[in-house]
């Protein structure tokens, strides 16, 4: 099944110290988006990418990072995580920006915890 | 920006009763509506969604309702089973890449 896979489903890191999250899709989409979710909220989005053209959302703080080497892989890269960085991170993907066209799908996520 | 808000939070109902939530919405030019269900320890996941030039759509058990002129939408289960426990999500989109998500609903099936 075509799908999208997020690794590590857990990754715990320590306070400063820099983590990758990485997904992978084999839906051949356009888009790739990365979120932030907090427990018991909705998902935030932090970026996306439309192909290669990178677009950041105007609060995502400068700590995140993401990297988008071909179709199938997104990186997102936490650069020095924070308590407040806490959160499972979703990867969704979409094969156009117009939602109406072209739902999201969303990787089953990978949980951060920061110590 | 869009304004997206779900009511009730939580919702506890009889296995095989019906549940509805409902969301309303600032943006009166969004015109695409979905709902997410993300069960424990799992993304969400596109169950249902409807275009504003639609009034209703049912997909076997689930039905969503459009209201434009109230700015509001309404996720229908029926026949509820425990497997539909999950938080569900509602979402409005004006055309762009961005969907403005509400903040959940906790629906609890009790068999």
């Known amino acids: 099944d075509a799908m999208v896979i997020q690794n590590p489903r857990y990754q715990v890191t320590q306070f400063g110290k820099p983590v990758t999250l990485s997904c992978s899709q084999t839906l051949n989409h356009n888009v790739m988006y990365w979120y932030q979710q907090k427990s018991s909220q909705a998902p935030k989005l932090l970026f996306h990418?439309?192909?290669?053209?990178?677009?950041n959302e105007a609060d995502t703080p400068d700590n995140f990072q993401s990297r988008r080497p071909n179709t199938s892989f997104c990186f997102l890269d936490i650069r020095s995580p924070g308590l407040g960085d806490a959160a499972m991170y979703l990867c969704?993907?979409?094969?156009?920006?117009?939602?109406?066209?072209?739902?999201?799908?969303f990787g089953n996520g990978t949980r951060l915890t920061v110590t | 920006g869009e304004n997206v808000e779900q009511h009730p939070s939580t919702l506890s109902v009889q296995e095989g009763d019906s549940a509805v939530i409902k969301c309303t919405y600032s943006?009166?030019?969004?015109?695409?509506f979905p709902w997410y269900k993300q069960e424990l320890g799992k993304g969400p996941q596109l169950i249902i969604d409807i275009r504003s030039n639609v009034g209703e759509k049912k997909d076997q058990r689930i039905a969503v309702t459009l209201n434009k002129t109230a700015k509001h939408f309404s996720l229908h289960i029926t026949e509820t089973q425990p497997e539909d426990s999950a938080v569900y999500f509602c979402?409005?989109?004006?055309?762009?890449?961005?969907?403005?998500f509400g903040k959940g609903n906790q629906v609890v099936v009790i068999p």
């Open positions: 979402a409005a989109s004006d055309g762009n890449n961005r969907l403005a």
């Open positions: 943006d009166s030019a969004s015109n695409y």
């Open positions: 990418y439309y192909d290669k053209d990178f677009n």
């Open positions: 969704a993907t979409s094969r156009g920006v117009w939602q109406g066209a072209s739902p999201l799908h």
